[in-house]
């Protein structure tokens, strides 16, 4: 195989993986007869994509000395609740030292596991100063949870400087336009389209041009969108997401909103808006058991 070939076919695998294609990407990792590490990454990666753990556990060894070991790190994190904290632990040691002498993906692994925790300045810190365009990407995520869509954007030029072209780059765009929201929702609209139309429909785009419909109060189309996002795979999350902001925003009584509540509660236990939600529903209880009547006798006894 010759450079520029392997050049092109990671490519593929790259865009693949990012517009969330991951069986693709797997596909074409396959294609690639020649050892490659970076091909490697992304396979691995696309499996802890679609949640198949056990294959990353079971081919990647805690005795590996490659790069490869901060995806067994990551596949142990997000299959395993017992053992997250050791997994932090090991991150938080591994960026004692000199970062730069690390590959790069122990570095988008560890964001992605900070990010999880909800830490994202320690993210932050392990991300400012790299310039890989997956590390600029993680690096607006986080501040775009964090609501500075103002630095958000210096990061959104920075990567357009970089490379405008790019899949993540114009994802990433999308992903600034929606929170920035307005007339950006239509901007953010068109990108998802037009990587559909230079790829395939993913999950992932589908979901991104629901989220445009329903923030240009678009419901009618969020729903169609969102119904082929079910026929593809009724359990996907962002789906369901999405599912329960279209039904309160289009009927806050709808009792589809408490089956897609069900459906989330059951299917994604470890998922942080479950976490979020079954956290506040504690509260509440254990508020209404704070501050509830002292009078426990029933009607009938208080009027007798």
């Not at 999880?116 to 100063?129: D, R, S």
């Not at 899949?167 to 239509?186: D, H, M, R, V, Y």
């Not at 589908?206 to 240009?216: D, F, S, W």
Request: some cysteine; overall charge negative.
């Amino acid at each position: 195989m010759n450079r520029n070939n392997e050049v092109s076919e990671l490519i593929d695998v790259e865009n693949a993986f990012y517009i969330g294609n991951y069986q693709t990407c797997i596909n074409e990792c396959n294609k690639i007869s020649k050892p490659s590490l970076e091909k490697d990454i992304f396979m691995y990666r696309s499996y802890i994509a679609q949640h198949k753990y056990r294959v990353v556990l079971d081919e990647i060894k805690s005795s590996n000395d490659t790069p490869l070991l901060a995806l067994r790190y990551l596949a142990e994190y997000l299959s395993n609740s017992g053992r997250k904290e050791a997994i932090v632990s090991i991150f938080d040691e591994k960026f004692l030292g000199d970062i730069n002498e690390l590959h790069v993906i122990w570095i988008i692994v560890g964001a992605i596991i900070y990010s999880n925790e909800e830490t994202y300045e320690t993210a932050m810190k392990i991300l400012v100063g790299n310039f890989n365009l997956e590390c600029l990407s993680l690096h607006m995520h986080c501040l775009l949870k964090m609501s500075r869509v103002d630095l958000a954007k210096q990061v959104a030029t920075t990567m357009q400087e970089k490379d405008d072209d790019a899949t993540l780059t114009q994802l990433s765009q999308a992903w600034l336009n929606i929170q920035i929201g307005g007339e950006k929702l239509q901007d953010a609209f068109f990108i998802f389209q037009d990587l559909c139309d230079k790829f395939s429909p993913t999950l992932l785009l589908l979901n991104g041009q629901a989220v445009c419909y329903i923030g240009q109060q678009k419901y009618d189309d969020a729903e169609q969108v969102l119904r082929e996002c079910l026929n593809r795979d009724p359990n996907n999350y962002d789906t369901l997401i999405n599912l329960l902001a279209l039904s309160q925003q289009r009927d806050k009584n709808s009792s589809q909103f408490s089956r897609y509540l069900a459906q989330l509660l059951d299917d994604h236990k470890s998922s942080s808006l479950v976490a979020a939600y079954n956290k506040r529903s504690a509260e509440f209880d254990r508020l209404v058991l704070q501050f509830g009547p002292s009078n426990t006798k029933s009607i009938d006894e208080i009027v007798a």
